[in-house]
T-cell receptor, first 114, second 114 residues
Framework: DVKVTQSSRYLVKRTGEKVFLECVQDMDHENMFWYRQDPGLGLRLIYFSYDVKMKEKGDIPEGYSVSREKKERFSLILESASTNQTSMYLC?????????????FGPGTRLTVT | GENVEQHPSTLSVQEGDSAVIKCTYS??????FPWYKQELGKRPQLIID?????GEKKDQRIAVTLNKTAKHFSLHITETQPEDSAVYFC?????????????FGKGTKLSVKP
């Protein structure tokens, strides 16, 4: 069974803290993605990676960075958390290539920055 | 980049009625058109998709139709049931050179009243 897991379901951090969100997939997928989901705004792409050590900016990368040292793991880093980064963060993965573009999502991490 | 719009943003129907959600996109190079369903508190999941060489696809009570000329595709749900209540996202594949990126619409909240 396809599985994408995220390190925490709920997280509360203080303004200025460095925050790590981790995502692991066990499907040997090449592509991995980080989105944030806010009411009325849908899913907005922060960063994605299509291979180990590769990363590309999505639509809203400001204030975030990512790391992909191993194929199965994709980390999202908030260097200095701010209150406007309070959101639901969703990780996803997919196979490379045109055959299948289905994205498999993790359960999400609800981050609150106070 | 791709501009994606979904209509309506909310939709309320009686159980047994049909529901239709429309998605318009701007990138004429888009060639993959999926719909995702997100139930309350759960992760988004693919429910149906269509490729650009096909005009319609059905899977039991759900169907997707594509009009490439007009650059829109629609999700049709017949004989709606309470468990169809969820937020639905269209996600046409955007950038031509990307590695599987999807551009998500803002979502349509469907409520099915028993």
């Amino acid at each position: 069974d396809v599985k994408v897991t995220q390190s925490s379901r709920y997280l509360v951090k203080r303004t200025g803290e460095k925050v790590f969100l981790e995502c692991v997939q066990d499907m040997d997928h090449e592509n991995m993605f980080w989105y944030r989901q806010d009411p009325g705004l849908g899913l907005r792409l922060i960063y994605f990676s299509y291979d180990v050590k590769m990363k590309e900016k999505g639509d809203i990368p400001e204030g975030y960075s990512v790391s992909r040292e191993k194929k199965e793991r994709f980390s999202l880093i908030l260097e200095s958390a701010s209150t406007n980064q309070t959101s639901m963060y969703l990780c996803a993965s997919s196979l490379r290539g045109s055959a299948s573009r289905e994205q498999y999502f993790g359960p999400g991490t609800r981050l609150t920055v106070t | 980049g791709e501009n994606v719009e979904q209509h309506p943003s909310t939709l309320s129907v009686q159980e047994g009625d049909s529901a239709v959600i429309k998605c318009t996109y701007s990138d004429s190079a888009s060639n993959y058109f999926p719909w995702y369903k997100q139930e309350l508190g759960k992760r988004p999941q693919l429910i149906i998709d269509i490729r650009s060489n096909v005009g319609e696809k059905k899977d039991q009570r759900i169907a997707v139709t594509l009009n490439k000329t007009a650059k829109h595709f629609s999700l049709h749900i017949t004989e709606t049931q309470p468990e169809d209540s969820a937020v639905y996202f269209c996600a046409p594949r955007g950038y031509g050179g990307s590695q599987g990126n999807l551009i998500f619409g803002k979502g349509t909240k469907l409520s099915v009243k028993p």
